[in-house]
C-alpha cells in the first residue's frame, strides 16, 4: 500500500487521488499512519461484504496453480525472485 504524507496532499492532490483510485493510499502525519484514502468504489464493497477477495486453503487450488505456487516459494526460500530484483 503507498504511503503519502499529508502535507504530500496539500501539495500533490493529483497524484494522491490517482493512486487511491487504483488502491486505498495511507496518508501519515508525524510519520505515523492516520488516515487512509480509498476511491467510493472501494469503500462501498468494503462496507456491504461483496469484496469478492477472499482466502483460499492451497489444498482448493488447482494442480497447474499448486505446481506454480510452489516453485515460487521455493525460489524464496532460495533467497531469489524479491520485488527488489530483476
Known amino acids: 500500500m503507498r504511503q503519502f504524507t499529508t502535507g504530500d496532499l496539500n501539495k500533490q492532490v493529483g497524484d494522491v487521488t490517482d493512486a487511491a483510485s487504483r ?3 495511507v ?4 510519520n505515523k499512519p492516520r488516515f487512509v484514502l480509498m476511491s ?3 469503500y462501498e464493497r468494503l462496507r456491504s461484504g461483496t469484496d469478492p477477495r477472499r482466502a ?4 482448493e487450488m488447482p494442480d497447474e496453480h499448486a505446481e506454480l ?3 515460487a516459494i ?3 526460500a532460495k533467497g ?3 520485488d527488489d530484483e530483476p
Not at 56 to 59: G, S
Request: aromatic share 14%.
Open 23 to 25: 488502491e486505498p493510499v
Open 40 to 42: 467510493f468504489e472501494h
Open 56 to 59: 483460499h486453503a492451497t489444498l
Open 27 to 30: 496518508l501519515t502525519r508525524h
Open 80 to 82: 531469489e525472485g524479491y
Open 69 to 71: 505456487f510452489g516453485k
Open 74 to 76: 521455493e525460489r524464496l
